[in-house]
């Protein structure tokens, strides 16, 4: 067995996006496909639009500041 060499920063970048990149596409392809019910797991695109629902209309960004603060 070898030792784990060290991953170039500019690698772990490229390497890390393009994980959160698969991940997000592959959870649109399981949820907008119909592979998935909805029940079970929402789309990317709801969680997006109920996200920023959450965020302005019910003030939780006030929620999250207080909670920085502290």
Do not use: Q
């Not at 698969?22 to 695109?45: K, Q, S, Y």
Request: proline fraction near 6%; avoid cysteine.
């Amino acid at each position: 067995m070898r030792p784990l060499h060290p991953v170039a920063p500019g690698t772990r970048t490229v390497l890390g996006i393009a994980f959160f990149v698969l991940f997000v596409a592959f959870w649109a392809w399981i949820t907008l496909g119909g592979h998935v019910n909805r029940i079970f797991l929402a789309d990317p695109l709801s969680m997006l639009k109920d996200g920023w629902r959450l965020l302005v209309e019910d003030r939780f960004w006030l929620d999250i500041l207080i909670t920085i603060w502290r």
